[in-house]
């Protein structure tokens, strides 16, 4: 897997989102976060600036969800119901992109993933970034 990935195609279970992004670190932003939504999506994110993502077919489809605070936009195809990005909360100027729905890269391409800590969230408390509170491991048994 080439962590340095640059550019990337992706798109939606059903193919009905698609969209091309720049990433802005490549590969080596992906994360996990334990926030309560995230917990139960479980997906790895990686970073792209807003600027950086165009929906190239399918934005009629892509339905909006927010809670709590209602600063993090969570985008998901109403097709499939696949979560593809969301505008982050603890950086609003990025998003965080699903590594699953881009062209040859699985979740389990990693074999640690760092977790953040969502339930006390960095602009709730005095951090100054990202706290992570645990990492996952998947390690292939063939």
Known sequence: MDMEIKEAHGACHCGTVQFHVRLTDGLKTARRCNCSYCRMRGAVAVSASLADITITAGAD????YQFNTMQAKHYFCS???????????SNPQQYGV????????SPFDFAVVPVNE????PTDSAATGPVVAGH????PVL
Do not use: D, F, P, S
Request: glycine share 10%; aromatic share 6%; net charge positive.
């Open 98 to 105: 699903n590594v699953a729905c881009l062209e040859g890269i």
């Open 136 to 139: 996952l491991h998947y390690r």
């Open 79 to 89: 097709k499939c119901g696949i979560y593809t990005h969301h505008q982050r909360r």
């Open 61 to 64: 489809a892509l339905t909006l």
């Open 118 to 121: 969502g339930q006390l969230h």
